[in-house]
């Protein structure tokens, strides 16, 4: 007899949602998180304060409101690490809350401390004073999620040469901070703190940033980033880091010597395995600190899961989350559709960008024919209204079926608004179904009719000519 019937360890997105749709089923579930870390980094120290600075960052540089009252305009002239971090601070604790409500409200035992494999069934909670407790469960889900990655070579001291952890604990905003990866973590720094009105260089190894999204609305985003004081150093790689009085001196292999406030490392994520003695349930990890599961999300040995950024890409929060439910409802023996193919990319940069489906060079590789529909916010009359006249959406359509193939957006609320082609793409509708549908007016939600139309239009213009019309 075990003391559960699912023991989930980590409380992030993936944690919870195992967890509760596990309680949901009838099962007796527990969760094993630190004291000071429930919901995971996800809460603490990732998503949601990023974003959650992100819009501080947006509202108290009045920076979405320029272009209506002046480049001048500014609704904080002097803007604190104070002012940055209490709403932070304040969005972080409601979160908590409401996670923990959660959990107590589906009768999911929280179980405070650090949790470790003793053996296959058996997990050892060792909480702050070193006590340690042992559980058993008779299926597990590991869900630890990552940390930054630290480079060995580099000397991190939490304030002159930081990861994105120690980021949201800086004692002042910086005049000049270098960003060393131009990943999709570095790049939403980098334009936060370019919003607040730090010079920074952004110095990445490859000839592009964010190589998986839409090659012309990176460019966009680039444009607004250089706009916004961005130097950016493609192609190139940190030799060293050496810390100065006040500052840093960031070294370049092509000899190139950049000084900062602060030197922010980006280098990807590392799975936070370390720690669990994955040895004693018969597992490993590689050298990322991920693990290998399959399309169930079980491990190796079959009543051990695992969800979320731990199993490696696409590690999003939204993705996790799905992960978490499915594995539940598999290791409870509930027949389950598996995850959707179709799953939206958000990048909280400034502006924002978000996708779903496939992207022009994908389809240009795979010689798949496409037409493309193009919508400019400046063009609509709630793009006037806001002052955002450089959002953009993009439609990328098939000439055959006329089915869409993927959905690009750049700018003001393109996380929201990517959901609607994400929905006709899923229940398989066409271009025709924006063409015909009416959104409300004045929306950004009517950019898809002007795509649709741009679209639709060229395809018309192919069909004239070829007499196939």
Known sequence: MYDFDLLVVGSGPGGQKAAIAAAKLGRRAAVVEKRDMLGGVCINTGTIPSKTLREAVLYLTGLNQRELYGQSYRVKEEITVGDLGMRTQHVIGR???????QLTRNRVTLLRGTGRFLDGHTIGVVDVEGEE??????????ATGTSPARPDSVEFDERT?????????????????????????????????????????????????????????????????????????????????????????TILESGKRIPADC????????????????????LAADTRGRITVDDHYRTEVPHIYAVGDVIGFPALAATSMEQGRLAAQHACGEPVADLHELQPIGIYTVPEISFVGRTEDELTRERVPFEVGVSRYRELARGQIIGDSYGMLKLLVSPEDRRLLGVHVFGTGATELVHIGQTVMGCGGTVDYLVNAVFNYPTLAESYKVAALDAMNKMRAIARLTGEG
């Open 161 to 249: 040469v930081i990861d994105s952890d120690a980021i949201l604990h800086l004692d002042r905003v910086p005049d000049t901070m270098v960003v060393v990866g131009a990943g999709v973590i570095g790049i939403e720094y980098a334009s936060m703190f370019a919003a607040l009105g730090t010079k920074v260089t952004v110095v990445e190894r490859r000839e592009r940033m964010l190589e998986f999204c839409d090659l012309e609305i990176v460019e966009a985003l680039k444009y607004h980033l250089r706009d916004l004081a961005v130097t950016f150093r493609f192609g190139e790689s940190v030799a060293a880091v050496e810390r100065r009085g006040g500052g840093a001196l």
């Open 263 to 282: 030197v922010m490392y980006s280098a990807g994520r590392q799975g936070k395995t370390a720690e669990l003695c994955l040895e004693a349930a018969g």
């Open 133 to 142: 407790r042992k559980v058993t469960a008779e299926k597990i889900v590991i």
């Open 95 to 101: 979160e908590i809350q409401v996670i923990r409500s």
